[in-house]
């Protein structure tokens, strides 16, 4: 089955830019998306389509996709970022939605 | 706005079932695809089953296959997941997410009900 790796955890300064990447066998091939977790709430969807963010997501969200690596880059990184977040592939059908294990953003 | 309200969640005993459910409201819940995605106590996320807008296609992941079913009554608005069989490894936070348009990510996700499988 398709996996997604991420590294479990990144540390940041507030103000510095956060890089969260994620791995998966030629998944520039495929759309990737992102999901902030903050502690005790649901998931948001933060970028979609590798690089699109929703509707009243800040712009400090981008991301990328290519090759191997899909990565979520946080510009002027703040306190409220502080998160866990994942990425997510979509393959061939719904059910084949997969998620990374998820990184852990600490912004200190 | 869109509103996804999960209930059905709470203890059950490992062999057990359950039913949760998942009230939609804020948008035309008969023309989107929905997904049950499921997260253990302090782990990560699992889409555990997946239905079309009609009802008449469905997913599930292998872990849950043959145990748990999906389905919806877009007359009431409401996705269902039966879960059957349960075991001590499907003690998680079952939520219910809504399928974008194009089916490449989950736009909106509900708050979450806590199932937990123990005796």
């Known amino acids: 089955s398709y996996e997604l790796t991420q590294p479990p955890s990144v540390s940041v300064s507030p103000g510095q830019t956060a890089t969260i990447t994620c791995s998966g066998d030629k998944l520039g091939d495929k759309y990737a998306s992102w999901y902030q977790q903050r502690p005790g709430q649901s998931p948001v969807l933060v970028i979609y389509?590798?690089?699109k963010r929703p509707s009243g997501i800040p712009e400090r969200f981008s991301g990328s996709n290519s090759g191997n690596t899909a990565t979520l880059i946080i510009s002027g990184t703040q306190t409220m970022d502080e998160a866990d977040y994942y990425c997510q592939a979509w393959d061939s059908r719904p059910a084949d939605v997969v998620f990374g294990g998820g990184t852990t953003l600490t912004v200190l | 706005e869109v509103q996804l309200l999960e209930s059905g969640g709470g203890l059950v005993q490992p062999g057990g079932s359950l039913r949760l459910s998942c009230a939609a409201s804020?948008?035309?819940?008969?023309?989107?695809?929905m997904s049950w995605v499921r997260q253990p106590p302090g782990k990560g996320l699992e889409c555990v089953a997946d239905i079309s807008a009609s009802g008449g296609t469905t997913y599930y992941a292998d872990s849950v296959k043959g145990r748990f079913t999906i389905f919806r009554d877009n007359s009431k608005n409401t996705l269902y997941l039966q879960l059957n069989s349960l075991r001590a490894e499907d003690t998680a936070l079952y939520y219910c997410?809504?399928?974008?348009?194009?089916?490449?990510?989950?736009?909106?996700w509900g708050q979450g009900t806590l199932v937990t499988v123990s005796s």
């Open positions: 804020g948008f035309t819940f008969s023309t989107y695809a």
């Open positions: 997410a809504r399928d974008s348009p194009d089916g490449y990510h989950k736009d909106y």
């Open positions: 389509e590798d690089y």
